[in-house]
């Protein structure tokens, strides 16, 4: 269109000297908008350019995979199945459902909350954590309460860290980490969870995933800020152990470092779980404890979180959540104030039946691996499996799309033709490491069994169709 417009000289100096902004093409109306813009003598529009900090990320995991499933099901005559996102395909229990309900009957409820969370909410978060705290909690100045544990997270790593202040995380890694540390000019330094040896071979527990402490320690320098840690683990389901965490604080104590401990599947654990906030006077005042009503209550889409810690500590991650949200919103705080109320009844005996319907999902599901002799790792805590697929095949001319190849990883592919094949969605897990180490994870796949008995009864029958392609020993 451009050449029609202008004569082939005054092409060529027009595409030398301006600079045509990548949105109009030359062969669109734009090029004529341009030409009259530049009779106009106004300047050619072109968008404002974003963050490189946001521009330059690729698309996430769970855009990937959910966009691949939605447009699968185009195709396939049976319902796909999603044990990918960590969502719950049920309702959270019925005493929280009424509370959230009652909430928009309350004029109050309706309205803006204090920015550090309903006092309602954070009284029945002290009393929640009081129990395995070790301390009494003041609800006043130790608890905030965010959007979720990840605007919580993101409030503390925007209050504590300065352009260029390292965060030591460990991989794999829940995947928010990153940005929500780099938006605020954080460096991540990354620690490796080293895998079980020959897990090809056999079922793993999640604790023979091991911290390298001497790793670890090199990689303390002066400008480390903050250490996250993750327990219960997600991918992998490691639960910490009273020794790993001791290690880890002592480390985090002699070198003043913030512990930000990710705790927010700590009602779902299957072996002694530990809190690292409860192991000195010292480590108290170091640490951040996350938690989230999401996985408490099966409620994701509530977006109600919380951090715990010491008043000094908390003062910044609340003054940093004034400015990022102001509140959480009100019914759903209130919600989750009155639920929490009822399941820390002590004859309500929520907490005990969840964990206990987990223990029988894990179990239930888990027996396809075997079946279909596959391997993998079997969580302490949370509701995710890590399954080795090294032995599935599949075809290597398959028609994958750009987006896949793209990746270039294993797990990405698998990924793809679990859905179009079999209509069973999972999440890759190289996403949860650094592009160098993807090779360590791609023979991977992650389960997330938050759903229904009958709901995991139709995928474990949707997996068992895999037989034909599992290679044999
Ligand atoms: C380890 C971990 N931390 C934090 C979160 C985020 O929790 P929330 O939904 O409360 O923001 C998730 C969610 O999947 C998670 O797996």
Known sequence: MISKLFPRTFDARLTRFLTIPQSFSLTNSGSLSIYRSMSNGVKPFSYPKPSPKIAGQAKDVWSIVNEAAAEAQNSLPFP??????????????????????????????????????????????????????????????????????????????????????????????????????????????????????????????????????????????????????????????????????????????????????????????????????????????????????????????????????????????????????FCVNSPLQEGTAVALQEAIKPENTFFEDHVESYKRKLKNFNRIWDELGLTYTDPDGGYFVLVNFSKLQIPEDYDFPEEILARGTRDFKMTYWLIREIGLVTIPPTEFYLPEHAHLAEKYLRFAVCKTDDYLEQAVERLRLLKPYIKSD
């Open 80 to 325: 796909i199945l999603n044990l990918g996102q960590g969502f719950f395909s049920y309702n959270p229990p019925d005493f929280a459902i009424k509370a959230a309900q009652a909430a928009l009957d309350d004029v109050s409820c309706n309205q803006y909350s204090p920015t550090r969370g309903r006092i309602s909410l954070r009284k029945a978060l002290a009393a929640a954590y009081e129990p395995t705290y070790g301390r009494k909690i003041d609800w006043d100045t130790e608890v905030v309460v965010t959007s979720g544990a990840n605007e919580g997270m993101f409030s503390a790593f925007t209050g504590f860290l300065s352009e260029g202040d390292e965060v030591i995380v460990f991989e794999p890694f829940f995947d928010q980490y990153i940005s929500n540390i780099e938006l605020p000019g954080g460096k991540v330094v990354y620690v490796p969870l080293v895998p079980p040896s020959n897990d090809d071979t056999r079922t793993v527990s999640s604790t023979e995933w091991t911290v390298d402490f001497d790793d670890l320690e090199s990689k303390i320098s002066p400008r480390t800020k903050m250490i996250v840690i993750n327990s219960p683990h997600n991918p992998v389901g490691k639960v910490f152990s009273r020794e790993e965490l001791e290690r880890i604080g002592k480390l985090a104590v002699d070198n003043n470092i913030i512990v930000l401990s990710d705790e927010v599947y700590d009602r779902l654990y299957y072996s002694e779980f530990t809190r690292i906030a409860t192991l000195s006077p010292e480590l108290q005042k170091l640490t951040l404890t996350v938690g989230s009503a999401g996985k408490t209550f099966s409620a994701t889409g509530w977006r109600v979180g919380w951090l715990i810690g010491d008043a000094e500590l908390i003062k910044y991650v609340a003054a940093a959540h004034t400015r990022i949200c």
